[in-house]
Every structure is written in C-alpha cells, then in structure tokens.
C-alpha cells in the first residue's frame, strides 16, 4: 500500500453538516472507512468508523442543510457526542492503519473531497486536535476520479455506471454515502490496474508484499 500510493494511505471519509461553512456551520455526522489492499495489489473496502456529532457551541445550523440530510440534531437517539471525542474515536484506528501499511500520512479520499477535508480539518482545530492524521491538503476526489472513468460526477451515478447498488432512501447518511465512496474508489483504482496502469506489487523491482 506504501508503495502504491508514495507512502500515504487513502482513507476514505464522508460529513454530513448543518451548512456549507466549515468555520461557522456545525458538523453533524462524520464517518471513516479504511482501504485494505490484499497480496496481489487490489483494493478492498474495509472498517468503518462512524459517529453522530453534537452541535459545538454557537454553531450554526441552515434549516435547508437539516431538511436535505433528514438530520434532527437535537434527537436523543442519535448518541451524538462532542466533536473532540468524534474526531478521536475516528482518527484513532486511522493512525493505526497507517502504522500497520507503513504509510507516512492518511489522504482523505471523498466525493467533492474539499468540502469533508475542510469540516474535519475545521473541527480538529477547534478541538485542539494535535496528531490529524490527514494530509494537510492533499485528496483523491472521487467526483473527478467518477468523471474520467465513468463520464459522471453525481455519487449515485456514478455508483451505478461502475456496477454499484446505490440506495437514494439511505444516502445522505455519512456511514452509508463513505462506504459507496469507498467501492467506487476502490473501483476505479482496481480497474486502472486491470488496464496496466499500475504493476502488481511482485512485478516491481521492489520485491512482492504491499
């Protein structure tokens, strides 16, 4: 995986938010999902880690975000808990990850990836988060990688072009819309390597292993 993608690891995340502004507008959901690469060098989705965010205080929250999400902020059985402790619960096995592929850095992985990247980096630093596992700025942006491989930047079409099940009921739910983020990542990334845009890890003057 290290040498796959030059010592970073692609983590694939999605938000879901009260607004647009990631300095003003609260972040409500925040979900992560890990990318395994088996011995012959394919990706594979695998963990997800999701958590229900509360509100930080004096957060901002458009009615028009809440109504297109379906998110109530305020209902008891979502199990929402504090920014910091959401971003810890989700950085966490991340940092691990990266240790365990040998990588120097996570890259978020998503679909208009600026937007999640900046609510994450935005709530790190209002948690006074030190150890942000991400890349400062670096992404793979999966509505492009989708444009180029599948002449479709919307997620759920994408999602479908490249073969995938995609439920318009369940999306807009960030544990949900990270783990078809994922495939269609993994997709794409697999079939670039099925066309011999990138050699098995065996094939490389490296030597074999991930």
């Given at each position: 995986m290290a040498r796959r993608f030059r010592g970073f690891l692609p983590v694939v995340v999605d938000v879901e938010t009260g607004g647009f502004n990631p300095r003003t507008d609260a972040l409500l959901e925040v979900a992560a999902v890990l990318i395994t690469m088996d011995e012959e060098g394919w990706l594979h989705r695998g963990e997800?880690?999701?958590r229900h965010v509360h509100p930080f205080e004096g957060a901002n929250l458009e009615q028009s975000a809440l109504d297109f999400?379906?998110?109530d902020p305020w209902a008891t059985d979502r199990?929402?808990?504090n920014e910091k402790d959401a971003l810890r619960d989700v950085f966490l096995p991340i940092r691990k990850a990266v240790k365990a592929f040998d990588c120097k850095r996570a890259v978020l992985v998503g679909h208009n990836a600026t937007f999640d990247h900046n609510f994450v980096f935005a709530?790190?630093?209002r948690a006074d988060i030190k150890r942000n596992p991400f890349h400062p700025f670096s992404t793979f942006d999966t509505a492009t990688l989708a444009g180029l491989a599948y002449g479709?930047?919307?997620?759920?079409?994408?999602?479908k072009r490249a073969?995938?099940?995609f439920s318009n009921r369940e999306a807009h739910s960030a544990a949900y819309d990270a783990e078809k983020t994922a495939d269609?990542?993994?997709g794409i990334v697999n079939r670039w390597k099925?066309?011999?845009g990138f050699p098995l890890p065996q094939a490389t003057s490296e030597g074999s292993g991930t």
């Open positions: 997800t880690i999701s999400t379906g998110i199990g929402a808990i709530a790190a630093e479709h930047t919307v997620l759920a079409e994408a999602c073969g995938l099940e269609l990542f993994c099925t066309l011999g």
